[in-house]
């Protein structure tokens, strides 16, 4: 890693959120994930950057849970989990974490959504999950959801094989917040979509970051997206970090070899 | 002790592809104190924008040290924790850039009020002090809920200062503010600059026009 050795925090007092130290992750003999570490404080927004195959995905499927790393500690600063390494809890502590605290958008809706439920449905899903039951609270929380995420409620008992592809990702972004979670994963979540719905996908969660205040981490080839959204990044290649830091130092100043590149590639 | 006090700061660029070091500036000595202001002079390319943005942390200083003062305590700029320099830039250091970076589909009033929503403050709340400064630098009323992307230099200039003035500093960097204004709303940025001197916020500033800042300076660092 190229990036200048900088002192530890001092002038901060809160503890990250989210700490992940020494991920790794193998496909067969392949690194996916090699050594990462990573910090993400309350309210912060960490971007994720690096070419197809970096791992960046792979790194947002290990801190969802979904997938069990090689090795490593995953740690969140929320009540009940403290101290605890969160690849070691059972599928049920797991589930649970998930469910309450972990919010995501995957860029294929395909893999967030059942698309043959309706949008609503979708999003009280979740709630269901989480132990609720009254069909009025399920619903009107599903409406806030939607209502938060701006997707047009008029719609909310289509089903996402009828809606857009900007208005998808909407539902799910309403399903990742409905419970208000720590902890919000996107991956790649306007990839796909066109440039204007895109504006407004990103205004969106820019808003619902400021106003919820979660620990965020956005993974993006897109610079600009990144930019925009991200108080820190990391870049990554070949499933290691090879420079993090501010996000506007990372792009206008970046250090690495690989990082000057990619820069210099954006239009 | 000084608000800031920067020794041997230095910057040069590596260029990978080209397998080259550039220079940027070499063993930089100042110091500043509440409510001074320090002019940098120079021609173009000596640089002075790299100075303000190697204090802002935008680029990484490759020598020497600026310790700054905050109100959490001291801290070494070129050195501290990137969550560190973020705390600073929300509550403490302001950066006025040439240029604004517009983002699709946000108003000017939305954009301009936006540090301070970050800072904590209400969102309503945040827009009506936002539409005060917008007033104040006389952009137009009919385009305030406009998408600056489509604005002037000039006009987007406007919400560009408002968005870096907005927000209570202790230190503020400004690189060439004036650049893109008109006659009045220069005026009213200098007015509104004396203020901030006046209330103990160190300025360090690049104009393109010392006439601009005739009876603000207080001390000037020459590159070359």
């Known amino acids: 890693m190229t990036s200048l050795a900088f002192d530890l925090p001092r002038l901060l007092t809160t503890a990250p959120l989210l700490r992940a130290r020494r991920l790794t992750k193998h496909y067969g003999a392949i690194p996916a994930v090699a050594g990462v570490d990573l910090d993400v404080y309350p309210g912060e927004v960490l971007g994720i950057v690096g070419e197809s195959g970096s791992g960046k995905s792979t790194i947002l499927r290990l801190l969802n849970l979904e997938e069990a790393p090689d090795?490593?500690?995953?740690?969140?600063?929320?009540?009940?989990?403290?101290?605890?390494?969160?690849?070691?809890?059972?599928?049920?502590?797991?589930?649970?974490?998930?469910?309450?605290?972990?919010?995501?958008?995957?860029q294929n809706p395909l893999h967030g959504l059942r698309m043959h439920i309706t949008s609503s449905g979708n999003v009280a899903e979740r709630l269901i999950m989480a132990g609720e039951r009254r069909f009025a609270t399920l619903r009107n929380a599903a409406r806030d959801a939607l209502d938060a995420s701006e997707f047009p409620l008029a719609r909310m008992d289509d089903?996402?094989?009828?809606?857009?592809?900007?208005?998808?990702?909407?539902?799910?972004?309403?399903?990742?917040?409905?419970?208000?979670?720590?902890?919000?994963?996107?991956?790649?979540?306007?990839?796909?979509?066109?440039?204007?719905?895109?504006?407004?996908?990103?205004?969106?969660?820019?808003?619902?970051?400021?106003e919820l205040h979660v620990a965020t981490i956005i993974v993006s080839h897109d610079l600009g997206v990144i930019r925009t959204l991200a108080d820190r990044v990391l870049v990554m290649r070949h499933g290691r970090v090879v420079e993090h830091g501010l996000t506007d130092q990372v792009l206008d100043d970046p250090q690495d070899a690989y990082t000057q590149q990619l820069v210099a590639a954006k239009l | 002790m000084p608000l800031l006090e920067v020794h041997?700061?230095?910057?040069?660029?590596?260029?990978?592809?080209?397998?080259?070091?550039?220079?940027?500036?070499?063993?930089?000595?100042?110091?500043?104190?509440?409510?001074?202001?320090?002019?940098?002079?120079?021609?173009?390319?000596?640089?002075?924008?790299?100075?303000?943005?190697?204090?802002?942390?935008?680029?990484?200083?490759?020598g020497g040290q600026a310790l700054y003062d905050s109100l959490h305590g001291p801290v070494d700029l070129a050195r501290a924790a990137d969550v560190?320099?973020?705390?600073?830039?929300?509550?403490?250091?302001?950066?006025?850039?040439?240029?604004?970076?517009?983002?699709?589909?946000?108003?000017?009033?939305?954009?301009?009020?936006?540090?301070l929503a970050l800072a904590g403050r209400m969102w309503e709340d945040a827009r009506s002090e936002a539409a005060e400064w917008l007033e104040a630098f006389r952009l137009k009323r009919d385009i305030w809920h406009a998408y600056p992307a489509t604005f002037s230099g000039g006009e987007q200039q406007k919400v560009n200062l408002v968005r870096a003035l907005i927000r209570p500093q202790r230190l503020l960097l400004l690189d060439e503010p004036t650049a893109s204004l008109d006659v009045a709303t220069r005026a009213a940025l200098i007015e509104r600059l004396r203020e901030l001197k006046a209330r103990g916020v160190a300025l360090i500033g690049v104009f393109h026009r010392d006439s601009d800042v005739v009876g603000l300076v207080d001390r000037e660092l020459r590159l070359a």
């Open chain 1, 159 to 210: 089903i996402p094989r009828r809606l857009s592809g900007g208005m998808q990702q909407r539902v799910q972004l309403a399903k990742a917040i409905a419970l208000q979670p720590m902890v919000l994963l996107l991956d790649e979540p306007t990839t796909g979509l066109d440039v204007s719905v895109q504006a407004l996908v990103l205004d969106t969660l820019k808003r619902i970051q400021r």
């Open chain 2, 8 to 62: 041997n700061y230095t910057k040069r660029f590596h260029v990978h592809h080209l397998e080259r070091e550039i220079l940027a500036f070499e063993g930089l000595e100042f110091w500043l104190n509440p409510g001074e202001f320090m002019l940098v002079r120079g021609p173009n390319g000596v640089g002075k924008s790299t100075l303000l943005r190697c204090l802002y942390r935008t680029c990484i200083p490759t």
């Open chain 1, 71 to 106: 090795t490593g500690d995953y740690t969140l600063t929320i009540d009940g989990y403290r101290g605890r390494n969160l690849f070691t809890l059972d599928r049920y502590d797991r589930r649970a974490l998930r469910v309450r605290h972990i919010g995501i958008v995957y």
């Open chain 2, 84 to 115: 560190d320099i973020a705390l600073l830039r929300r509550s403490e250091i302001g950066h006025v850039t040439q240029f604004l970076h517009p983002r699709p589909r946000v108003s000017a009033l939305d954009l301009a009020a936006e540090p």
